[in-house]
């Protein structure tokens, strides 16, 4: 049953309340028609009081979430744009846009690569800018349960090179908090192929503020830079504070501890009663990396399971933990983002600076 609005409906009982079911829920497929997101086409979902956007043009990535009106993510001084606008040079960085995730990978998660004989790799890749090439959405009732859910192909290849195909399915349900990405990888060459890939998880204000912080349970962590070391002596990695002129991005590796194979990890604001909680499946995913930045204008905490560290392709290479994706071989992976309220996020209040 659909629980909206402090009442529990079944599907006749709700039928009765509604003209149509798309007064509460349903899935439209837009174009942006204006500024550098014009052509962007995408997939507006509401589902009661959760609503997000996924953009068909750029790896059905989740480009917005709200909770009753209210954003839950975070958007980068550029905007949101088409791939149009992306470049794969040192200005790869004006395409980045945040939004609520964006997929880092295949062949590099981290900044710009220049390769022997002069090949490059973008800041977190291609797979980023990718456009769904087969994609659709489907709304039905399954009993008393009212399910919406996108499905999506990309691929990244090149001629010569590397050809691994994203089968990505995001799915929720009418009064439901949750929203999972659901990923197949399949590597459909004759060769072996680098598997970079990180879920770039991006929180922003006004579920970010002065008084948030992090709840995760983690084994070990470990600072990127100096930057990082330095921040960390000032506060708890953990803990946020407010907007501040200038201050250093933070970049903190972690290993977390699972449960059933699972790990947890959130985002809470006491004073707006609201957190955002991510789950995921360690089996491909061991790190967390947490991006913390105070800077006056991109004021953000990224919370982002990963399979290597965002240092580049090389790096990775010459550390020896590069995942290498075998031919025709497929994996499962992704990553549920769970809305917090009321009694779902008692725990994670219990849990401060835990």
Same mark, same amino acid.
């Given at each position: 049953?659909?629980?909206?609005?402090?009442?529990?409906?079944?599907?006749?009982?709700?039928?009765?309340?509604?003209?149509?079911?798309?007064?509460?829920?349903?899935?439209?497929?837009?174009?942006? @028609?204006?500024?550098?997101?014009?052509?962007?086409? *995408?997939?507006?979902?509401?589902?009661?009081?959760?609503?997000?956007?996924?953009?068909?043009?750029? &790896?059905?990535?989740?480009?917005?979430?709200?909770?009753?009106?209210?954003?839950?993510?975070?958007?980068?001084?550029?905007?949101?744009?088409?791939?149009?606008?992306?470049?794969?040079?040192?200005?790869?960085?004006?395409?980045?846009?945040?939004?609520?995730?964006?997929?880092?990978?295949?062949?590099? *998660?981290?900044?710009?690569?220049?390769?022997?004989?002069?090949?490059?790799?973008?800041?977190?890749?291609?797979?980023?800018?990718?456009?769904?090439?087969?994609?659709?959405?489907?709304?039905?009732?399954?009993?008393?349960?009212?399910?919406?859910?996108?499905?999506?192909?990309?691929?990244?290849?090149?001629?010569?090179? @590397?050809?691994? =195909?994203?089968?990505?399915?995001?799915?929720?349900?009418?009064?439901?908090?949750?929203?999972?990405?659901?990923?197949?990888? @399949?590597?459909?060459?004759?060769?072996?192929?680098?598997?970079? /890939?990180?879920?770039?998880?991006?929180?922003?204000?006004?579920?970010?503020?002065?008084?948030?912080?992090?709840?995760?349970?983690?084994?070990?962590?470990?600072?990127?830079?100096?930057?990082?070391?330095?921040?960390?002596?000032?506060?708890? &990695?953990?803990?946020?504070?407010?907007?501040?002129?200038?201050?250093?991005?933070?970049?903190?590796?972690?290993?977390?501890?699972?449960?059933?194979?699972? &790990?947890?990890?959130?985002? =809470?604001?006491?004073?707006?009663?609201?957190?955002?909680?991510?789950?995921?499946?360690?089996?491909?995913?061991?790190?967390?990396?947490?991006?913390?930045?105070?800077?006056?204008?991109?004021?953000?905490?990224?919370?982002?399971?990963?399979? &290597?560290?965002?240092?580049? /392709?090389?790096?990775?290479?010459?550390?020896?933990?590069?995942?290498? /994706?075998?031919?025709?071989?497929?994996?499962?992976?992704?990553?549920?983002?769970? *809305?917090?309220?009321?009694?779902?996020?008692?725990?994670?209040?219990?849990?401060?600076?835990?």
């Amino acid at each position: 049953m659909a629980t909206l609005y402090g009442k529990q409906h079944t599907k006749a009982d709700l039928l009765r309340r509604v003209g149509s079911i798309e007064a509460v829920a349903g899935i439209r497929r837009l174009t942006h @028609e204006n500024g550098r997101a014009k052509g962007l086409g *995408v997939y507006q979902v509401t589902s009661g009081p959760l609503a997000f956007t996924l953009n068909i043009d750029k &790896c059905m990535d989740l480009a917005s979430l709200t909770y009753a009106g209210m954003p839950l993510h975070f958007v980068a001084r550029s905007g949101e744009m088409a791939p149009l606008w992306y470049g794969d040079g040192p200005n790869a960085a004006k395409s980045i846009t945040g939004g609520m995730l964006f997929t880092c990978g295949f062949g590099n *998660v981290g900044g710009l690569q220049t390769l022997p004989g002069g090949r490059t790799l973008p800041q977190h890749g291609y797979l980023r800018t990718s456009p769904a090439c087969q994609h659709g959405a489907q709304t039905r009732w399954q009993g008393d349960e009212y399910t919406l859910s996108v499905t999506a192909e990309m691929r990244e290849a090149a001629l010569f090179g @590397e050809n691994i =195909v994203l089968r990505r399915t995001v799915t929720t349900s009418l009064g439901s908090p949750e929203i999972t990405i659901e990923d197949e990888i @399949e590597n459909e060459n004759v060769h072996d192929a680098p598997l970079m /890939l990180m879920y770039h998880i991006n929180a922003g204000y006004p579920l970010l503020d002065a008084n948030s912080y992090a709840v995760f349970e983690a084994t070990s962590t470990r600072c990127r830079d100096a930057q990082a070391a330095e921040g960390l002596a000032r506060q708890d &990695c953990r803990l946020f504070g407010p907007p501040m002129d200038g201050d250093a991005e933070q970049v903190f590796y972690h290993t977390l501890e699972s449960h059933g194979g699972v &790990c947890r990890a959130a985002l =809470v604001n006491t004073a707006l009663g609201l957190g955002l909680e991510i789950r995921y499946d360690k089996t491909h995913l061991p790190n967390f990396i947490q991006w913390k930045c105070m800077a006056s204008g991109d004021y953000v905490m990224g919370l982002e399971p990963s399979n &290597c560290y965002p240092e580049g /392709l090389q790096k990775q290479m010459e550390t020896g933990g590069l995942r290498m /994706l075998k031919a025709g071989e497929a994996i499962r992976t992704g990553v549920t983002l769970r *809305v917090l309220t009321g009694e779902a996020l008692a725990p994670f209040l219990r849990g401060q600076g835990a």
